[in-house]
């Protein structure tokens, strides 16, 4: 029998709301992320910062979280955007669907410790309280390694389909669905 993510991870630390005050460790986790031959891909790690930004507004339809340690450290963060990204509409099957945004983990808490399934967990809980009935989400050629992994074990998620060059010409993004 396959062992799921949720059966073998689990966080000692809290997933909570973002606060304009996370940032700057935030920013860290998406430089380190976000990297093309080495360089940071400013631009990216800027649009991610707006992102959050955006989030931190009132009736913002954009929604983070992060983990943090027990010692206060800041280690990741995951939202959900209440209405998918336009290229994402077409891998819907439902007339609720919303989008899981920004998904990064500190690259010394990956690996089996829970932060990114708690994060999905919060993320998943949110999006239910939400009446979604559907979660969507893409990621790139950078996290072949890291992020489709992750997301091929989530109990739920299915690979739905590709979107070519969604990152530049040759870089495509696979798309996973959860319905709910």
């Known amino acids: 029998m396959e062992t799921t993510a949720k059966e073998t991870e689990q966080f000692s630390g809290i997933i ?19 990297r093309d031959s080495g360089r940071v891909a400013y631009d990216e790690v800027e649009g991610d910062i707006a992102t959050l930004r955006e989030s931190l507004a009132e009736n913002s339809p954009k929604h983070m979280f992060v983990a943090q340690t027990q ?5 990741g963060m995951m939202g959900v955007a209440e ?22 983990v500190h690259q010394d808490f990956r690996g089996g410790q829970g932060v ?3 994060l999905i967990n919060a993320s998943l ?6 009446d979604k ?30 979107i070519k060059d969604f990152y530049g010409k040759g870089a495509h993004t696979i798309v996973w669905r959860k319905t709910f």
């Open 125 to 130: 809980d949110l999006a239910r309280s939400l």
């Open 83 to 104: 209405t998918p990204k336009d290229p994402l509409i077409p891998f819907t099957q439902t007339d609720k669907p919303c989008e899981l945004i920004i998904a990064y």
């Open 16 to 34: 909570r709301p973002l606060t304009e005050e996370d940032i700057p460790a935030l920013r860290q986790i998406s430089e380190y992320w976000l």
């Open 116 to 118: 990114g399934t708690a």
């Open 133 to 162: 009935k559907e979660i969507l989400l893409e990621s790139g050629p950078r996290h072949t390694h890291s992020g489709y992994p992750f997301y091929d074990k989530q109990p739920g998620f299915k690979r739905v389909g590709v």
């Open 71 to 75: 010692d206060g450290q800041v280690v």
